[in-house]
């Protein structure tokens, strides 16, 4: 298991390509990265609440689904979509086309698994700060 020491060290060197103006994380398991996220590039930040698994990480839907709808302005806004782990991409997909209808840029972030960003790409990744 990574540290949470090991995690924060890696995001807060982490570099990027792009200039963000919002942070959108998928709640609930991209809030924390992006929290850290947000105190490092100091950008606003927002919940994009969409569910398709429960807390075992079984299905519970056939497909993603967002759970709330958006309620922050997000047109002609340069994101950065932050998940905490990847594994099918269903949600970071679902949750980028939502927000490319509007948006000049999207790129997605995550902890562990595949993203135009991320931090770790392990088979078994246990994130420190579950409880």
Not at 43 to 54: C, F, S, T, V
């Amino acid at each position: 298991m990574k540290s949470f020491e090991e995690v924060k060290e890696k995001l807060s060197s982490f570099t990027f390509e792009e200039d963000f103006d919002l942070l959108v994380a998928i709640a609930n398991g991209g809030i924390i990265p992006a929290a850290i996220l947000n105190q490092r590039l100091n950008i606003e930040m927002r919940l994009l609440q969409i569910n398709w698994r429960d807390a075992k990480q079984k299905p519970i839907y056939d497909t993603p689904k967002l759970i709330v709808p958006i309620d922050f302005e997000f047109n002609n806004r340069r994101i950065l979509l932050v998940e905490d782990r990847v594994k099918t991409g269903a949600s970071l997909t679902y949750a980028k086309e939502l927000l490319e209808k509007e948006a000049a840029l999207v790129k997605t972030f995550s902890v562990n698994g595949p993203a135009d960003y991320s931090l770790f790409d392990e088979v078994c990744f246990k994130f420190p700060w579950l409880i």
